[in-house]
């Protein structure tokens, strides 16, 4: 029965059920004809162009020839034009207490880059013209986490002598769009923190400690031994000064060893 069904079905409904959501494409055979020039049609192979007989090299020999050609370039231009630059040599001066500042820039050989118009300057605290003690612990407690006991690896100062005494100031800025107005801030706020820690009328804050949690966390980052084994310790009650205490309460308090 199935076999007289199949016979009488017509050709659309035995084609049903090969049904497509598209009509198959068929394939064209694309000719792809590539103009040649009149001069390259005319070349042969056989006569214009020798058999290899093996006394070349490959393409990355090549390559690595045309790298000693620009390596033997620059090497003459050490030889030759280097010497010149004596001419323009000067001698090393370090700054004197009457410029203490040292300006520090990034130069990108003249591209643009917003790190360019940032300006940064450290100065030494005994270079500042401080007038008293009280005056350059009041500077060090105005500067918050800007001071530091030992200049900044990137500052250009080296580390060392009479005038890291009393720790070292970096103030940055970079939120003007000219390098000049940066440094001329910089160079306005130095002179307002002098000014302020020279002022005897503000000695109410002189008293206090310096805060020096930002240098305890370099130390943590830098994990180079001083973190471990509880040399830095986080502060406790028993760390709270007893000179801070009213004279009734600081009395009865009795130091221990463990504070």
Request: aromatic share 8%; hydrophobic share 35%; charged share 25%.
């Amino acid at each position: 029965m199935w076999r007289a069904l199949r016979r009488q079905t017509s050709p659309v409904l035995s084609t049903a059920r090969f049904f497509y959501s598209s009509a198959p494409r068929t394939r064209q055979k694309l000719q792809r004809n590539i103009p040649l020039a009149d001069d390259l049609a005319e070349w042969d192979l056989e006569s214009d162009f020798s058999a290899f007989q093996g006394d070349d090299i490959p393409a990355t020999g090549h390559m690595y020839l045309d790298q000693q050609r620009q390596v033997a370039y620059y090497l003459r231009l050490i030889e030759n034009e280097l010497p010149k630059l004596v001419a323009f040599r000067k001698s090393f001066v370090p700054p004197s207490p009457s410029t203490p500042l040292v300006v520090r820039s990034v130069d990108y050989a003249g591209e643009d880059h917003p790190a360019t118009v940032k300006r940064s300057i450290v100065v030494p605290v005994a270079h500042l013209p401080l007038r008293t003690e009280a005056a350059i612990h009041r500077a060090k407690l105005l500067a918050g986490v800007r001071w530091s006991m030992e200049p900044p690896k990137n500052s250009g100062v080296q580390c060392g002598g009479e005038e890291g005494i009393h720790g070292y100031i970096k103030i940055s800025c970079e939120d003007f769009p000219r390098p000049s107005m940066n440094l001329k801030w910089i160079s306005d706020t130095i002179d307002r923190l002098v000014a302020e820690a020279n002022d005897e009328s503000r000695k109410s804050y002189q008293d206090l400690p310096l805060d020096t949690r930002h240098l305890e966390a370099q130390v943590m980052k830098a994990k180079e031994g001083e973190h471990a084994r509880g040399r830095n310790r986080r502060p406790s009650i028993k760390d709270f000064p007893t000179e801070w205490l009213p004279r009734s309460v600081s009395q009865s308090v009795q130091p221990t060893c463990d504070s």
